[in-house]
């Protein structure tokens, strides 16, 4: 078996070089293979958290500013009764109601009007030390059964932003009742459009909806000073146009704050408050 043995080391050690010699036989050998580099994350720049500016920054850039709370609210009722009609989301039990605008006129709070808002900015008229405003978007019945009377008995005065259209209809107000709230000297009334339309839509669409409330409002003596409220909070660059051409002063988002200066009143900040205690909210 020895010559076997010796045979298989020749054998192997005449191919190895033969090939060598030849370059056409090539001996391969598996490669390694190399360790694959993950790309590193980009890393593109963070944006810079946006500075929110104090009010004597912004009476700089807007103003005159002031710092002025106002309050937005909906439906105000008993609890029991937004239940039953399955409006809770957007209702303040009316009872809850009542102790947050006691809590207001407790602390020193002073309520104003979008026509005291307009005197300050345009004819430079000081106002309260602890001034706020009060408003009700949509035009609710419940806004007359409870919380016109709750603000009567408080000595607080409220906005109610009307669309139009929908008054007389099951739920809202009737025209009856609005102009008695509006005779009492404690309740002014806004444009809120004819159908509550989304105000951020097409030209023709708003200036149709802004311009109908209009008339419905100025033929009943209401909305002197012009104001309005954005349905949904939702406008454009043409809405806020359309109101200036029309003669309107002031234009009131849901966007949350508290400082309203000259320069921005088409899209004035509100306060959504909803239940508990008024010291939550900053008061």
């Known amino acids: 078996m020895r010559w076997i043995f010796f ?6 050690m005449i191919i190895a070089g033969h090939a060598q010699k030849n370059p056409f036989i090539v001996v ?24 929110v500016l104090n009010r004597g920054e912004m009476s700089n850039l807007y103003g005159p500013c002031i710092e002025l709370p106002i309050i937005l609210y909906h439906h105000i009722e008993p609890m029991s009764v937004a239940q039953q009609k399955k ?33 300050f900015f345009d004819e430079g008229m000081q106002l309260p030390s602890k001034p706020v405003m009060i408003t009700f978007d949509d035009g609710y019945d419940d806004n007359g059964e409870y919380a016109y009377e709750i603000l009567k008995q408080v000595g607080i005065k409220g906005v109610i932003f009307l669309p139009t259209g929908l008054m007389q209809n099951e739920g809202y107000l009737r025209w009856e009742k609005i102009m008695e709230m509006n005779s009492s000297g404690m309740i002014t ?3 809120h459009t004819w159908s509550h339309m989304n105000a951020g839509r097409e030209k023709e669409l708003v200036k ?55 320069g921005q009143r088409f899209t004035l900040p509100r306060v959504r408050v909803s239940g508990g205690e008024m010291s939550n909210y900053g008061f």
């Open 7 to 12: 045979l298989v080391i020749i054998f192997a």
């Open 189 to 191: 009334f806004g444009n």
């Open 87 to 119: 409006h809770t989301s957007l209702n303040i039990d009316s009872e809850v109601f009542r102790k947050q605008m006691e809590y207001l006129k407790q602390k020193g709070y002073s309520s104003v009007t979008p026509a005291d808002l307009v005197a």
């Open 208 to 262: 149709k909806e802004i311009s109908t409330a209009d008339i419905q409002l100025g033929e009943r003596g209401l909305n002197v000073t012009k104001v309005f409220a954005y349905p949904y909070g939702e406008q454009n660059g043409y809405t806020r146009e359309y109101l200036e051409e029309t003669g309107y002063k002031l234009g009131f988002t849901t966007k949350n704050g508290r400082i309203l200066c000259k």
């Open 28 to 51: 391969t050998t598996k490669a390694t293979p190399l360790p694959s580099i993950s790309p590193a994350p980009s890393t593109s720049p963070s944006a810079a958290p946006t500075k």
